[in-house]
């Protein structure tokens, strides 16, 4: 799975690009380094190991925190998410299956959760603010001067464009691009986190690259003509 980040210049043009310039950084941890520590954690859970189970929480609570910011697209609602999240995974630990990879399982909750959330704000209106805001929150090291103070700030604001962009997605092509162009996952596994064909994932994700960037040509040209 690709953890990390991916740095341009200016915003690119092709949609795949935009899909691939979010950024969110997420540290290397225990879970990713070997599958037997990580299957010994769950045996441990699922018997019952609080201790067990917070150490999968606190290694794996960033990723689910940012995967539903991008989903919801507020904290609020994220953090919330986040909470049931987790609520449930502590409840089907016990059906999770060691040949699984935990992530994708962990994805396939995180997924269902916040479309159940979703539904239950449909009627309250649009609570849209700021994805970049507070998802990866310092995450940027300070400038070392002005040039990289400047590089920093557009690189920021070009970020905020695709979350914006990304925030008008339906769920199921937010979800398909979030997994497949920012968390890295193969289109089949996508297509399995998302109980979908890898031909339907293929097409939202399509659908949704162009949609990002129509979203982009279309604020940035209102922007130039603005000035």
């Known amino acids: 799975m690709y953890v990390g980040s991916r740095k341009f210049a200016q915003v690119p043009s092709g949609a795949h690009d935009m899909a691939l310039a979010v950024e969110i950084l997420l540290p290397v941890n225990a879970l990713t380094q070997t599958q037997t520590s990580l ?6 859970a699922a018997s019952g190991d609080t201790a067990a189970f917070e150490q999968i929480m606190v290694h794996s609570q960033q990723r689910v925190m940012a995967m539903t910011w991008r989903m919801l697209g507020n904290e609020a609602d994220a953090r ?3 909470q049931e999240v987790f609520l449930r995974v502590y409840k089907y630990l016990g059906r999770f299956k060691q040949d699984q990879d935990f992530f994708a399982w962990l994805y396939t909750i995180t997924i269902n959760v916040c479309r159940d959330l979703a539904k239950k704000r449909q009627h309250h ?5 700021s994805l970049a805001a507070g998802a990866d929150e310092g995450a940027l090291a300070v400038p070392a001067d002005e040039e990289d103070a400047e590089e920093a700030l ?3 604001q070009q970020r905020e464009l695709i979350f914006r962009a990304m925030a008008t997605l339906p769920d199921k092509e937010r979800a398909s691009i979030v997994l497949r162009d920012v968390e890295g996952f193969p289109t089949d596994e996508v297509a399995r986190i998302m109980k979908s064909s890898s031909t339907t994932v293929r097409s939202q994700i399509s659908s949704a690259r162009k949609k990002i960037k129509i979203y982009c ?10 000035r």
């Open 39 to 44: 299957t010994r954690l769950i045996e441990r």
């Open 80 to 82: 919330d998410a986040s």
């Open 125 to 129: 209106g649009d609570r849209f603010i």
């Open 154 to 156: 557009l690189h920021t």
């Open 217 to 226: 040509e279309q604020y940035l040209s209102r922007k130039e003509r603005s």
